[in-house]
């Protein structure tokens, strides 16, 4: 193994949710509880970076144990407490490298303000970027390197461990308000991606374009089918509510989706579509018989009576109507409320009405969404942040079936690229055993990552590419625009 893992947190947004309410536990091991890990502004324009606060952790257990770590990560320290990396074994603190409340960066035997190895004697400003570079053995003797922006500020050798091993097999994340951004992380062996690189950017790529698809899109989602920090609002009853969304293709708009927040045995509900009408809802495009009853919690979801074909690029006013007052989940974030909902009193007996009504405007954004079908693109489907899960996705099950995608490009030239790394969200439905491949085509070279093995739950499977397969050399900013990169079922 040469490269371990490398993040750059943005895949699992959006801005301002939590990472409970996240699917970044599909690939880390442990995230801070509730409201003390959110995603936040990245350092660079529409980025995303982590933020722990309250002296919580977010670890990834590693995949074998290591005797030495090479890594780096971008940190915005508030100063309010220690915080930084620390590297485990098996739950006892090695060695941790971060800043104290003071702006220094420290190396420590055991977690952040344990025995202190080494100290840097300039200190940062709180609220400012730097990042963090380490060369770690962790033995009784260890050897150390330690980097900030840059410029190395400390080398010796001092114990780098507390258990009786002389390797590390987690990396935990430790903020009391700090900010992480941009880690990779590799070991020493392999002839490339072994040493410290230097101030580092994990740039994510999104799906753009098919570029060679087999699978099919089995179901997409037009509207807020996630919620950012699992709030609720309350909605009175009688209420026609609606949210105004843009179909990202073309396809069959079948039912409406809401999540109820309190159980109801006798609650009635109907679904409502309408065109848009200059930016406001127009005409009624499809209703639906009434569902009763409800479950907190649990997706409730409207068939309309006849589909809507939707056409990608449109805005329509898809909602719901109640009579009975509930608590409903919201998408909107605590101090950044969109408030991007529109309701208006009505009869529920003769809902929805074929022309909608004065509404009122600002009010909560509660989570409702449409379910499409017949799409004729498989890339919208897989590029959503956060993935869509069951609600977006596409889907086979012939074996050496392959979806490929062609790729946004960076965001610029950079000095040096260590390598593409493809991820994907995946799980298996059927019984039985499945592999998959993770693929990278450069020009007209393709190479298949390791063989995988999905479970029935989703989880993030990576792959990673140190060089370019068309070229054998070092991936160049051309070389990465231009590659295509998905998922094929090897068995």
């Given at each position: 193994?040469?490269?371990?893992?490398?993040?750059g947190f943005?895949?699992?947004?959006?801005?301002n949710s939590?990472t409970?309410?996240s699917?970044m536990?599909?690939?880390w091991t442990?995230?801070?509880?509730?409201n003390s890990?959110?995603f936040v502004?990245?350092r660079f324009i529409n980025t995303l970076?982590?933020?722990?606060?309250n002296?919580y952790?977010?670890?990834r257990t590693?995949?074998g144990?290591?005797?030495?770590?090479?890594?780096?990560?971008?940190m915005?320290p508030?100063l309010s407490?220690?915080?930084?990396?620390?590297?485990?074994?098996t739950?006892?603190n090695?060695?941790?490298?971060?800043?104290?409340?003071s702006?220094?960066?420290v190396?420590?035997?055991g977690?952040?303000?344990g025995t202190?190895?080494?100290?840097?004697?300039?200190?940062?400003?709180a609220?400012?970027w730097?990042y963090v570079?380490w060369?770690?053995?962790f033995?009784?003797?260890g050897?150390?390197?330690?980097w900030l922006d840059?410029?190395?500020v400390?080398t010796?050798?001092g114990?780098?461990?507390?258990?009786?091993n002389?390797?590390?097999n987690?990396?935990?994340?430790?903020?009391n308000f700090c900010?992480f951004d941009d880690m990779?992380?590799?070991?020493n062996?392999?002839?490339?991606?072994?040493?410290?690189?230097?101030?580092?950017r994990?740039?994510?790529?999104y799906p753009?374009a098919?570029?060679?698809?087999?699978?099919?899109p089995?179901?997409g989602?037009?509207?807020?089918?996630y919620?950012?920090?699992n709030l609720?609002?309350?909605?009175?009853?009688?209420?026609?509510?609606?949210?105004k969304?843009?179909?990202?293709?073309?396809?069959t708009?079948?039912?409406?989706?809401?999540?109820p927040q309190a159980?109801s045995?006798?609650?009635?509900?109907?679904?409502?579509?309408?065109?848009?009408?200059s930016?406001?809802?127009?005409?009624l495009?499809?209703?639906?018989?009434?569902v009763?009853?409800?479950v907190?919690?649990t997706?409730?979801?409207?068939p309309?009576?006849?589909?809507?074909?939707?056409?990608?690029?449109?805005?329509?006013w898809i909602?719901?109507v109640?009579d009975?007052?509930?608590?409903?989940?919201?998408q909107d974030?605590?101090?950044f409320v969109?408030?991007?909902?529109?309701?208006?009193s009505?009869t529920?007996?003769?809902a929805?009405?074929s022309?909608?009504?004065?509404?009122?405007?600002?009010?909560?954004?509660?989570q409702?969404w449409?379910?499409?079908?017949?799409?004729?693109?498989n890339?919208?489907e897989?590029?959503e942040v956060?993935p869509g899960?069951d609600?977006?996705?596409v889907?086979?099950?012939?074996?050496?079936a392959?979806d490929?995608?062609?790729?946004g490009?960076l965001?610029?030239?950079?000095?040096s690229?260590?390598?593409?790394k493809?991820s994907?969200?995946?799980r298996?439905?059927d019984?039985?055993a499945?592999?998959?491949?993770?693929?990278?085509?450069?020009?007209?070279?393709e190479v298949?990552?390791?063989?995988q093995?999905?479970?029935?739950?989703y989880?993030y499977?990576?792959?990673?590419?140190?060089?370019d397969?068309?070229t054998?050399?070092?991936w160049t900013?051309?070389?990465?625009?231009?590659?295509?990169?998905g998922?094929?079922?090897a068995t």
């Amino acid at each position: 193994m040469v490269e371990i893992f490398w993040d750059g947190f943005d895949k699992y947004g959006p801005l301002n949710s939590y990472t409970s309410n996240s699917t970044m536990s599909s690939e880390w091991t442990s995230l801070p509880p509730f409201n003390s890990g959110s995603f936040v502004a990245g350092r660079f324009i529409n980025t995303l970076a982590l933020q722990i606060t309250n002296g919580y952790n977010a670890s990834r257990t590693l995949p074998g144990n290591s005797p030495r770590l090479i890594g780096g990560i971008a940190m915005q320290p508030s100063l309010s407490g220690n915080c930084g990396v620390i590297f485990t074994d098996t739950g006892t603190n090695q060695c941790a490298v971060g800043f104290n409340s003071s702006g220094n960066l420290v190396l420590w035997q055991g977690g952040l303000g344990g025995t202190q190895i080494a100290i840097s004697t300039a200190s940062v400003t709180a609220g400012s970027w730097h990042y963090v570079e380490w060369d770690l053995t962790f033995a009784a003797s260890g050897t150390y390197k330690v980097w900030l922006d840059g410029v190395q500020v400390f080398t010796g050798t001092g114990n780098l461990k507390s258990s009786s091993n002389a390797y590390a097999n987690t990396v935990v994340l430790n903020g009391n308000f700090c900010n992480f951004d941009d880690m990779y992380l590799f070991d020493n062996t392999g002839s490339v991606n072994n040493a410290q690189r230097g101030d580092s950017r994990v740039e994510t790529l999104y799906p753009t374009a098919d570029a060679s698809v087999a699978f099919s899109p089995s179901q997409g989602a037009i509207g807020a089918y996630y919620s950012l920090q699992n709030l609720t609002g309350y909605m009175s009853n009688s209420i026609l509510y609606l949210r105004k969304f843009t179909a990202p293709v073309s396809g069959t708009l079948n039912s409406i989706s809401i999540m109820p927040q309190a159980s109801s045995s006798g609650a009635n509900f109907k679904p409502a579509v309408y065109a848009d009408n200059s930016g406001s809802p127009g005409t009624l495009l499809s209703g639906g018989s009434t569902v009763t009853g409800c479950v907190s919690g649990t997706t409730l979801t409207l068939p309309l009576t006849s589909g809507v074909s939707l056409t990608g690029g449109t805005s329509y006013w898809i909602g719901y109507v109640t009579d009975t007052s509930l608590a409903m989940q919201r998408q909107d974030a605590s101090g950044f409320v969109t408030n991007a909902g529109y309701t208006a009193s009505i009869t529920f007996s003769s809902a929805p009405p074929s022309t909608a009504p004065s509404m009122s405007s600002g009010q909560y954004s509660l989570q409702v969404w449409g379910n499409v079908t017949g799409m004729s693109t498989n890339y919208t489907e897989t590029n959503e942040v956060p993935p869509g899960g069951d609600v977006s996705c596409v889907t086979s099950s012939t074996v050496s079936a392959e979806d490929r995608y062609s790729f946004g490009s960076l965001s610029g030239t950079p000095a040096s690229i260590a390598g593409v790394k493809v991820s994907a969200m995946l799980r298996k439905t059927d019984s039985g055993a499945r592999t998959v491949t993770l693929q990278v085509k450069s020009s007209s070279t393709e190479v298949s990552g390791s063989s995988q093995s999905p479970g029935t739950s989703y989880l993030y499977y990576s792959s990673y590419q140190d060089t370019d397969p068309n070229t054998s050399a070092a991936w160049t900013a051309s070389g990465v625009n231009s590659a295509t990169a998905g998922t094929k079922i090897a068995t």
